[in-house]
């Protein structure tokens, strides 16, 4: 017993004293994280581009830290990128900006957000350097845009072309065991996000809506390189057909850099805008830094707003996270901004594959009761499909780049079986005493019966029926045409804009601009706010101790092989009915 009070009160102790370490350590990024920016005149904004770019970061100052380098590693949010180019333009103590790096990890949409922003920023007379040792095809889709490129001598340049890939698992299920349970709702050949499920290749047609979405994202690539480095599209596609260029030095006999300069180099062009003499003393400000001081569409403090709610990730029921679409979370955000008198209009920022048909009506109920009270704008991201059109196709207006995966309009449900793995290979029987005939509908032993499977694919097929409905009222088409167009089709958003399933093709800027004219709102008299808020940095600690930090070091042992966790959690949330783009597509 005494034993045992000595452990207890040395386990109490050691609590003790971590939790004032804890506190500690809380107080100093607290401290840090509201030091006081000051810009240093002749400063260089650097956008470090060989990073994952989110709609918005999380600016939790505590997950920023690696465990693995031991330093702080803030990702980066677009609003804050956006923000920060508008805001660095009419600031006299930046000259320029230094783009590091080439293989942006984000959608072609985004890419196009921040493209269209570096041309403004130019337009204000000052640089725009990029400089990168790895070159991919979205590096230079963005870098484009910059005064010069230069590159490492000795490094590697991609230009060869897009490429769609779908992982299938339907053998690796069947090896263990496992069936997986597919209802695709009635006439949806194109909703292909089952296909990894039910099969080991890619159908006829989801080849075909493959082949025109990444054809439409190839010409927008050739369109806008072409135009910003002054060459001929078509010679550019010679040239990713014969894979001509995959080094630096190719690169710039054909044009598509200034010249393989050292860095050392790259930043003494630079010296004479910074006022410097030695390359050592140039002051590089960060965008995690700068965008502390800087806010999208700064307008001055007064009583009209425009709340920008931020959806991006899968959609689910509940709360979420920043990462993921919560119902919750989003529908209670659109609520509060169509409460608050202040805010004018409201500009839906969608980022998302889809997710849950339940969480997706969810969200769209509360858009639909905004909009009968003020202008509902969408901005769609880099994908705005499936659930992610669902909660867009109620706004007055949807805007969309380019490049923007969208449509998807269809649903399916997905279940497990798992009778061969349970009985043949781990010897596991369940025994049901039921007190209807359905009452064990859903136990993973065994397979559905064909009465329960018709039953199942009618309550897909309402599901899909209630998202034709939403999306007909709210485009203002027939439920036919939708059908005709839907069927789980998906398009680029240049696609999109022909079929009218998004109204204007641009940015975030574009919306927030078409909610302000919407609203009567004169000039600049406006402020930019964003909803929901994030959550409280503590909050995001304890979770971190309860098992983040640990997933966290994890997925950074492994490296680009972590995506397939996320995969196998993601599954994990897809069972039920979804409205959702489902498969793993990768367009690179």
């Not at 979405?213 to 014969?242: C, F, P, Q």
Request: with cysteine.
């Amino acid at each position: 017993m005494k034993t045992f009070l000595k452990m207890l009160l040395a386990t109490i102790l050691g609590g003790a004293i971590l939790l004032f370490i804890g506190f500690i350590i809380l107080a100093s990024f607290a401290s840090l994280a509201n030091k006081e920016v000051v810009i240093a005149k002749g400063s260089v904004l650097t956008i470090n581009l060989n990073n994952v770019i989110y709609e918005r970061a999380d600016d939790n100052p505590f997950g920023a830290f690696n465990p693995l380098s031991q330093e702080p590693s803030f990702p980066l949010g677009l609003n804050d990128i956006l923000a920060s180019l508008k805001t660095a333009a009419n600031d006299d103590n930046i000259v320029g900006v230094y783009l590091k790096g080439g293989i942006p990890m984000t959608g072609n949409a985004t890419l196009e957000e921040i493209r269209n922003a570096l041309r403004t920023f130019r337009e204000s007379g000052k640089f725009v350097y990029s400089y990168s040792e790895i070159m991919t095809q979205k590096g230079l889709f963005l870098t484009s845009e910059a005064d010069s490129i230069f590159m490492n001598p000795e490094g590697f340049f991609e230009w060869n072309g897009l490429n769609a890939s779908v992982t299938y698992y339907k053998d690796a299920l069947d090896k263990i065991g496992v069936k997986p349970v597919v209802l695709r709702a009635t006439g949806n050949k194109y909703k292909s996000a089952v296909e990894p499920f039910l099969r080991q290749d890619m159908s006829p047609e989801n080849e075909k809506q493959l082949s025109d979405l990444i054809g439409s994202v190839w010409g927008d690539y050739l369109a806008e390189i072409s135009k910003s480095r002054n060459l001929d599209a078509n010679t550019l596609n010679t040239l990713a057909d014969s894979m001509a260029i995959t080094s630096p030095i190719t690169a710039a006999k054909n044009g598509l850099i200034d010249a393989p300069l050292y860095e050392d180099e790259v930043l003494n062009l630079m010296l004479p805008a910074t006022g410097k003499d030695d390359i050592k003393d140039i002051d590089f400000v960060s965008v995690h830094t700068y965008a502390s001081d800087a806010k999208l569409g700064k307008g001055g403090y007064n009583d009209n707003k425009i709340a920008v709610v931020i959806a991006q990730g899968d959609i689910v029921s509940g709360k979420g996270s920043e990462y993921q679409i919560g119902s919750e979370r989003i529908a209670e955000a659109i609520r509060k901004a169509r409460k608050n008198d202040k805010v004018k209009a409201i500009v839906l920022r969608v980022n998302s594959p889809g997710g849950s048909a339940l969480a997706s009506e969810v969200i769209w109920r509360e858009v639909d009761l905004a909009r009968k009270e003020k202008p509902v704008v969408a901005s769609m991201g880099s994908v705005a499909a499936s659930g992610g059109y669902y909660i867009s196709c109620f706004a007055d207006t949807i805007v969309a780049q380019p490049t923007t995966v969208t449509g998807s309009i269809g649903a399916f449900g997905l279940f497990f079986t798992a009778e061969e793995l349970m009985h043949n290979t781990l010897g596991v029987n369940i025994e049901n005493v039921k007190t209807n005939k359905y009452s064990d509908l859903g136990t993973i032993d065994r397979t559905l019966t064909a009465s329960e499977m018709r039953m199942l694919i009618r309550q897909v097929d309402q599901v899909y029926g209630t998202f034709k409905k939403r999306v007909a009222e709210g485009r203002g088409f027939t439920e036919e045409y939708v059908d005709s167009i839907g069927g789980g089709h998906v398009y680029s958003g240049r696609d999109a804009l022909e079929l009218g399933l998004v109204d204007v093709l641009g940015g975030l800027e574009d919306a927030i601009q078409i909610a302000k004219n919407m609203a009567n709102i004169e000039g600049s008299e406006y402020r930019v706010v964003e909803y929901p808020e994030l959550e409280d940095p503590f909050v995001r600690l304890m979770k971190q101790i309860n098992g983040d930090f640990e997933a966290k070091l994890i997925k950074e042992k492994l490296g680009p092989y972590a995506k397939y966790i996320d995969m196998a959690e993601n599954a994990k949330t897809m069972q039920g009915y979804q409205t959702h783009l489902g498969y793993d597509l990768t367009i690179d």
